[in-house]
């Protein structure tokens, strides 16, 4: 190495070690709110996942398992049982309503996909790391607050019917 190569500013830039990593980010430090909507957020999508499997256990093994009068394998009993929430249904009901923009796509990527490292998954969508989670706590906000006026007027309309059926019963009697 000659002389002049060390007192090089550039060639000492690349040889320079790469900056460390500090293990995965946290995300800012959220309101007691914010939490509570993070952990319904979190309910509803283990929910999503499950909201499939409402029907009863096979109890038969297939069509052409039967024919054959044979079983080759048991069944499994038990297995996995969805839960039956109407708040998260209407916090499902209040998702799918949203139009596809920005504030859906970060809720998307954070909850859904899992991304990681936030800051990568801000910097493609275009904004920065701290604006990720703004929009992200306010679409929470938003889809939590139609979700409770979904909640409220399906209850309405409930106690309407239960009123109705009521009134024709005591017609009736």
């Not at 309101?31 to 309910?43: A, F, H, I, M, P």
């Amino acid at each position: 190495m000659t002389d002049n190569n060390h007192y090089d500013t550039e060639a000492m830039r690349l040889a320079a070690p790469a900056p460390q990593q500090h293990g995965p980010e946290a995300p800012p430090e959220l309101s007691e709110e914010q939490r509570d909507l993070d952990d319904l957020c979190e309910r509803w999508v283990n929910w999503k996942a499950t909201r499939r499997l409402f029907g009863p256990p096979p109890t038969m093994g297939s069509v052409l398992g039967q024919l054959s009068g044979t079983r080759t394998r048991p069944l499994k009993q038990g297995g996995p049982d969805a839960i039956c929430s109407a708040e998260l249904a209407a916090l499902h009901v209040a998702y799918t309503c949203q139009p596809d923009a920005l504030d859906k796509r970060v809720f998307d990527l954070y909850y859904i996909h899992r991304v990681a490292p936030i800051k990568a998954a801000a910097a493609a969508l275009g904004i920065g790391r701290q604006h990720f989670y703004a929009v992200l706590g306010d679409f929470r906000k938003r889809i939590h607050a139609a979700s409770k006026h979904i909640l409220a007027e399906e209850e309405g309309r409930l106690s309407n019917m239960q009123h109705a059926r009521a009134a024709r019963s005591a017609l009736e009697e």
